[in-house]
């Protein structure tokens, strides 16, 4: 976040508040999230967005506080399963600013979206649409709904490209013509309201050409629709995906930029075709909450291996932060419980679980005098760290504290084993 520090006497701060202190009174290994700053980040966005609706895809990392601060500044939430539907709902959040995805709900999600109203629903394939019609003709209900496309956008993280990345599991093609017969489906059935369009084309993206790419796809198919029905769909949403910095080396576009390039392509494509402009809506998670948060550790061995490298072993891991050792992500991590004078020292920080790689980050230096007892920050860690963990080898997972002023809260405990064994009927 952008309120790490050092104090004077080199032990880091979030927010001023110093990082031995918070794992003195809430343990290790820790979630840290900076309110203020993840604050700032929703209200970039929808400031930036102004005219568009900004929903925040709670899959990055929901609780019911983020609930509450998501819906205090004025963002919508995108919800895509059940369990993250029940969280919104138990924080209040008022369901006609909810959007359920998902590309396999289930009879008993769709219907109690349908019975709370959730502003709208993202249609990801014709058996949800048969089901999600039945369901509304059994209430009575038109629930509005937007069809999720793949036009044939790969993003990939520093790059996009333009091939037939149709072939998955999400979303109905473009380019084979499952989206327009969806939306037809949809319109001539009359019994579901469709609003609009929906694409997502990957997550951890630089490059905005992606994103403008498949404005103009889909809008081609906004275009189609019209056409064959004399329908003009009002809200075009172009899903999330903004990459952070998670080292030195990223370099994200502001909120501004991305608003601004995709008003850009949207108009000028509703003008070659002769469209009324859509409403515009964004999901992002990850740049919301993934610099906003950092992960405390605290070193347990340090190994030298035959002079190849260093292995520091911290007291979470993979359980706390996967995506290292499932997606080569790279992380950056520093000696946060002190000043060091000590040289650079090549280390590979590593977690506790019983699989070589548990790698929590690959590479990175730190002072060659790391030691039992100290702490090492990782920063960056708030999208698909804690909303991604696991039990394995039984390990509780991490609190979540959240920083603000002179408060340092629990807004997500940690479990106890416990908890752990309260599952165990056996
Ligand atoms: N909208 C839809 C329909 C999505 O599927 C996703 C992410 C988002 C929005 C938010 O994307 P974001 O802005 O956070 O990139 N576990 C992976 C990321 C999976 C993203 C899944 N969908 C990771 O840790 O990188």
């Given at each position: 976040s952008r309120s790490v520090a050092r104090e004077d006497d080199g032990e880091l701060a979030v927010a001023?508040?110093?990082?031995?202190?918070?794992?003195?009174?809430?343990?290790?290994?820790?979630?840290?999230?900076?309110?203020a700053d993840f604050k700032a980040r929703c209200?970039?966005?929808?400031?930036?967005?102004?005219?568009?609706?900004?929903?925040?895809?709670?899959?990055?990392?929901?609780?019911?506080?983020v609930v509450r601060w998501v819906a205090e500044c004025g963002?919508?939430?995108?919800?895509?399963t059940g369990g993250e539907l029940a969280v919104a709902l138990a924080a209040d959040f008022p369901p006609e600013r909810l959007g359920l995805h998902g590309n396999n709900k289930s009879v008993a999600e769709l219907g109690r979206a349908l019975d709370v109203g959730v502003g709208r629903i993202v249609v990801?394939?014709?058996?949800?649409?048969?089901?999600?019609?039945?369901?509304?003709?059994?209430?009575?209900?038109?629930?509005?709904?937007?069809?999720?496309?793949?036009c044939g956008v790969e993003a990939h993280t520093h790059e996009f490209i333009a091939t037939a990345h149709e072939d998955q599991k999400f979303g109905l093609s473009l380019s084979g013509g499952a989206a327009l017969a969806a939306a037809l489906r949809i319109i001539d059935d009359g019994v579901l309201d469709l609003v609009g369009l929906h694409s997502h084309i990957g997550s951890q993206i630089f490059d905005t050409a992606g994103f403008e790419v498949a404005a103009r796809r889909i809008l081609g198919l906004a275009a189609q629709v019209r056409d064959a029905r004399g329908v003009d769909l009002p809200e075009l949403d172009l899903g999330g995906g903004f990459g952070i910095a998670y080292t030195s080396q990223d370099d994200p576009a502001s909120p501004k930029e991305l608003a601004d390039r995709m008003r850009a392509i949207v108009a000028d494509e509703c003008r070659a075709r002769a469209l009324p402009e859509p409403r515009l809506s964004i999901e992002p998670g990850r740049a919301l909450i993934g610099p906003a948060m950092l992960t405390l550790y605290e070193v347990g061995t340090v190994k030298d291996v035959d002079g190849i490298r260093t292995y520091v072993s911290v007291d979470g891991g993979m359980s706390d932060n996967i995506r290292t050792a499932?997606?080569?992500?790279?992380?950056?991590?520093?000696?946060?419980?002190?000043?060091?004078?000590?040289?650079?020292?090549?280390?590979?920080?590593?977690?506790?679980?019983?699989?070589?790689?548990?790698?929590?980050?690959?590479?990175?230096?730190?002072?060659?005098?790391?030691?039992?007892?100290?702490?090492?920050?990782?920063?960056?860690?708030?999208?698909?760290?804690?909303?991604?963990?696991?039990?394995?080898?039984?390990?509780?997972?991490?609190?979540?504290?959240?920083?603000?002023?002179?408060?340092?809260?629990?807004?997500?405990?940690?479990?106890?084993?416990?908890?752990l064994l309260r599952l165990d009927v056996g």
């Open positions: 001023g508040h110093r990082v031995g202190a918070l794992a003195a009174q809430f343990g290790t290994p820790l979630f840290v999230l900076d309110v209200r970039d966005f929808v400031t930036a967005f102004a005219g568009a609706d900004v929903f925040y895809a709670g899959k990055a990392f929901l609780s019911k506080a963002l919508h939430l995108d919800v895509c990801d394939s014709f058996d949800e649409i048969d089901r999600l019609t039945a369901l509304a003709r059994e209430r009575g209900v038109r629930p509005r709904v937007l069809v999720r496309t793949t499932l997606y080569g992500a790279t992380y950056s991590a520093t000696l946060a419980s002190r000043r060091s004078a000590a040289g650079p020292l090549l280390a590979r920080i590593v977690g506790k679980h019983c699989e070589s790689g548990d790698i929590v980050v690959s590479d990175e230096f730190l002072p060659s005098d790391v030691r039992p007892g100290d702490l090492v920050a990782v920063p960056g860690t708030g999208a698909y760290g804690r909303s991604m963990a696991s039990n394995y080898n039984h390990v509780p997972r991490a609190a979540v504290v959240a920083v603000e002023g002179d408060e340092a809260r629990v807004i997500v405990r940690r479990e106890t084993e416990d908890d």
